[in-house]
């Protein structure tokens, strides 16, 4: 049995073509497979038949036709992929393979095109974008459009069609082949006048053909519709297209990097990291799960393997969702490292008939909150487990079993390989071991059980700040002088404050936001964004700030989100744009009803969102973390700021220095952008951030040996590099510190959240930057360019001069004068605790070979002449 959408609705099985019932029963099959194997509410299935008023007898109705759809699904062969129609509260799931639906079988298509343009394989994109398009049969479900079938699925497969077009055509242009297009593209064009990426084509097409003229005029054309129907301007590549047909500088098709591939060309321009191996120390969470027979029970053969299919589908599935890899490969060093755990289980006496599983942050990369990923998994894990075991008679057919679960963090060594610079799954050292094995076999009953490290690294994220804000008076006038021109002038400003970790990015913009609602003179919206930007959700930023402007609160269910989105749309869009924008906020606040979130239209339908927002009132749109942001949500802010004009809008972005590797010439060059770079606090400001977050708590501090005065914690200032956030931590150390403790003792300390943040730091770095670090933190006093080269060249590495400038205009290293005033320059830590961190990721055995180089007579007079 095959269904079709993309023209009329049609069921065939066979060569044969069934007869459908009535419309109604017609509706309910084209939106329960436009959705297929999703659950549709009832409430959604009755709005889509009756979209203008609902009759009494709606759910009797909708039941008949529920029953004509599975009657109509009885014709099939009875087997594992023949379609069944569930009932699931609150309403349907038909369940269906993706072969047997063109809708399905064109997205897979068109995500494989996409996959081959991005590798640059134009032949093999051409000819897979057009099987998918050769599936449409017109547009879809034309014979119900009058009935009401007008759906945002079918606005977004039709987006995805026209990308699918504008990919296909890319290719053969790439392929010489453009000609081909010239009729279709002319037509489509003509229907499509805001497509800038198509408009582009058409013209590149018609200048190679001879046709300057009319390739000009389809620019005329595209800027017209857009000035009249979006008050915008051609994007940039259109209108440098334009001057290269004035100018005859179109010989051959411009090589363009395709909009579906990330921003690359800067880093590899910067790093060379596909050609290193590193070796290194690095802090990773563990999660462990032993399921096994209740005490006095046991499991047989047949029912161990229930158990471990039962519980490795929950970890699989919860490891999934939480970004968390699972250990599958017996042969990977955590193979043998959960090989270790089970034999010393055993020993314990307690791993007879027990069944072991083992996942891991910091597996493809070393991430923020990765403990707390960790923890996360394993809480998942026990409350699926307790709740699908509670509802199931006897655990579902599964035989009784106890679960235990351990969250360890610790360190282990990763290695970085020379093919694609993936981390390789990492050896954890024994004392993540002994950890381990001391949680399992610990009497407690808690249900996660978690090392002190682990706990630590939770406890962090919830701790509250009490602190007075100190300095960054400046700033704050500088922010107040852009919201106030930017309202004056009525045009949008970018401003972006770059600060590194810790050092107080949030806490100013914070601070600065509450003085601007403050203040009944300044009437603005604020919409600041309420989920932190993730590597891997690039749509979740753009999602969360029109969640946000819409007034939504966190976790609010997706029909309460469409109901206030909506609201919101119909009370600043004007009502031609309404609908078009309507469509495009769904793709992108549901991103799992199909088509592309990040297509073109959807973040032009955020940005008309926003202008129309800033039209109604001024705007501050705060965007932080930039440093996390995928292009996508880096070319919305430069959509916003360069081609928006007439409104007060103005866009606070925050971000580590790293986005300037990704994105060197951020801001470069525009007129209404400009950038803060919040530095270290002075030493005397510094001073009173440590020694408020020490005697904050007052008596309650003091009765347990606040017996420091503020001249006494002086010499732990200058290691903190003026980092407001170190300062506050350190000053918990000293609070929290034993009896008999002396300062000098606490500030050799590293507490989790410094530690933690400097080795987020240092994973920023690009590898070989990282290399010429962990080669400095191996001298105590500083290291020449000499010795450096002679480390780098032994170990196979480039020459690291390029490096040492880069980590010098990063504050990460300070070029000082050699000993005595005299000879070669010397390269210093900034931060005595990076140093401290960076030398503690060298590995043993990395350390002895570096120090044998060294002190090789070999390597000696090119040592001592440079």
């Known amino acids: 049995m095959h269904f079709f959408l993309l023209g009329s609705l049609e069921v065939t099985v066979g ?92 997205q897979l298509l068109v995500q494989q095109g996409q996959g081959e343009v991005a590798a640059g394989q134009w032949a093999q994109a051409a000819e897979v974008l057009g099987q998918a398009l050769g599936l449409w049969r017109g547009p879809m479900l034309s014979d119900l459009l009058e009935a009401g079938a007008d759906w945002p699925e079918i606005g977004l497969a039709s987006t995805v069609r026209l990308t699918a077009i504008e990919d296909r055509t890319e290719a053969l242009l790439r392929l010489g082949r453009g000609g081909e297009l010239l009729g279709e593209l002319e037509a489509l064009a003509e229907q499509e006048p805001l497509r800038e990426r198509l408009c582009g084509q058409l013209m590149r097409v018609l200048y190679q053909h001879g046709r300057q003229a009319e390739a000009l005029a389809v620019y005329r054309r595209t800027r017209t519709v857009l000035a009249e129907q979006l008050g915008l301007d051609p994007n940039p590549q259109l209108q440098e297209l334009e001057r290269a047909i004035l100018n005859h500088d179109l010989d051959t098709p411009p090589t363009e990097v395709p909009e579906s591939v990330p921003e690359q060309r800067e880093v590899a321009a910067l790093s060379s990291r596909e050609s290193l191996e590193l070796e290194e120390i690095q802090q990773i969470s563990t999660v462990l799960v032993v399921a096994s027979a209740p005490p006095g029970q046991s499991l047989t053969a047949e029912g161990l393997d229930l158990v471990r299919d039962y519980v490795g589908a929950v970890l699989a599935q919860q490891a999934r969702d939480r970004e968390v890899a699972l250990l599958e490969e017996p042969e990977a060093d955590l193979g043998s490292f959960l090989a270790e755990v089970g034999a010393g289980w055993q020993d314990a006496g307690d791993g007879g008939g027990s069944v072991l599983w083992l996942a891991s942050t910091g597996v493809r990369e070393v991430r923020e909150f990765d403990t707390w990923r960790a923890v996360r998994l394993a809480r998942g894990v026990h409350s699926q487990l307790t709740v699908d075991r509670g509802g199931l008679p006897g655990g579902g057919g599964v035989p009784p079993f106890e679960v235990r679960i351990v969250v360890t963090t610790g360190n282990a060594r ?36 978690m090392c002190a490290t682990t706990l630590e690294a939770v406890s962090m994220l919830d701790r509250a700040e009490h602190l007075p804000f100190v300095a960054r008076q400046d700033e704050l006038g500088t922010l107040d002088c852009l919201l106030e021109a930017t309202r004056a002038k009525r045009q949008p400003h970018l401003v972006t404050v770059f600060g590194h970790a810790g050092v107080g990015r949030s806490r100013l913009i914070g601070q600065w936001l509450g003085r601007v609602m403050a203040d009944p003179g300044v009437s603005c919206v604020v919409v600041r964004s309420q989920a932190p930007i993730t590597r891997s959700s690039p749509t979740a930023e753009l999602a969360s700030l029109v969640r946000a402007a819409a007034g939504v609160e966190a976790g609010a269910r997706a029909a309460v989100v469409d109901i206030k989105v909506a609201d919101l749309v119909e009370r600043v869009v004007d009502e031609h744009r309404c609908s078009w924008v309507l469509a495009h906020l769904s793709t992108l606040l549901n991103p799992d009803r199909g088509g592309d979130p990040l297509a073109e239209a959807a973040v032009e339908a955020c940005a008309v969102l926003f202008e129309a927002l800033a039209g109604w009132r001024p705007l501050v749109l705060v965007v932080e973390d930039l440093h996390w942001a995928d292009t996508a949500v880096v070319d919305f802010l430069n959509l916003m700021v360069t081609r928006l004009g007439g409104v007060p809008l103005l866009v606070v972005a925050t971000s580590r220095p790293e986005l300037l590797d990704r994105h060197p010439v951020w801001g470069a060059g525009w007129s209404r952008s400009c950038s803060l770079w919040l530095q270290g606090l002075s030493d005397e400001e510094t001073l009173r951030v440590l020694w408020n977050s020490y005697a904050a708590p007052g ?10 005065s503020p001249e ?40 989790y959240s410094v530690r933690s943040r400097l080795a987020l730091l240092l994973n920023s770095l690009p590898t070989p930057a990282r290399v010429v670090l962990y080669d400095v933190a191996l001298f105590e006093g500083g290291a020449t360019e000499s010795v450096l080269g002679v480390l780098a060249r032994q170990g196979g590495q480039p020459v690291p001069y390029r490096w040492l400038r880069y980590l010098e205009h990063r504050d990460i290293l300070r070029r000082v004068t050699g000993s005595g005033g005299q000879g070669e320059a010397e390269y210093v830590f900034v931060s005595a605790h990076l140093r401290a961190v960076a030398r503690a990721r060298v590995p043993e055995a990395v350390l002895a070979r570096k120090r044998c180089l060294i002190a090789s007579p070999a390597n000696q007079p090119e040592i001592l002449t440079g």
Not at 37 to 56: G, R
Not at 723 to 747: K, Q
Request: aromatic fraction near 4%.
């Open 712 to 751: 006494d914690l002086r010499v732990m200032v200058a290691p903190l590099g003026g980092n407001p956030l170190f300062a506050v931590e350190y000053g918990r150390v000293l609070r929290e510190s034993p009896t008999g403790a002396t300062v000098a003792e606490m500030a050799t300390a590293l507490p």
């Open 414 to 449: 990763v290695r970085r390989g020379s093919a694609e610079g993936a981390l390789a799954w990492p050896c954890p050292e024994q004392d993540l071991l002994r950890r381990c094995l001391r949680l399992l076999t610990d009497d407690s009953r808690a249900p996660v059980r």
């Open 15 to 106: 060569d044969r073509t069934l007869q459908l019932g009535g419309v109604k029963q017609r509706l309910a099959l084209a939106l329960l497979l436009s959705r297929a194997n999703e659950l549709v509410p009832a409430s959604q299935l009755m709005l889509a038949l009756w979209p203008d008023e609902t009759p009494i007898s709606a759910r009797k109705i909708l039941h008949n036709a529920v029953s004509g759809i599975r009657k109509l699904l009885a014709v099939a062969d009875s087997g594992p992929d023949a379609p069944q129609l569930l009932t699931k509260a609150p309403g349907y799931l038909l369940q269906v393979s993706p072969e047997q639906v063109d809708l399905m079988r064109f």
């Open 699 to 708: 008596e309650k501090s003091r009765g347990r040996g606040g017996r420091w």
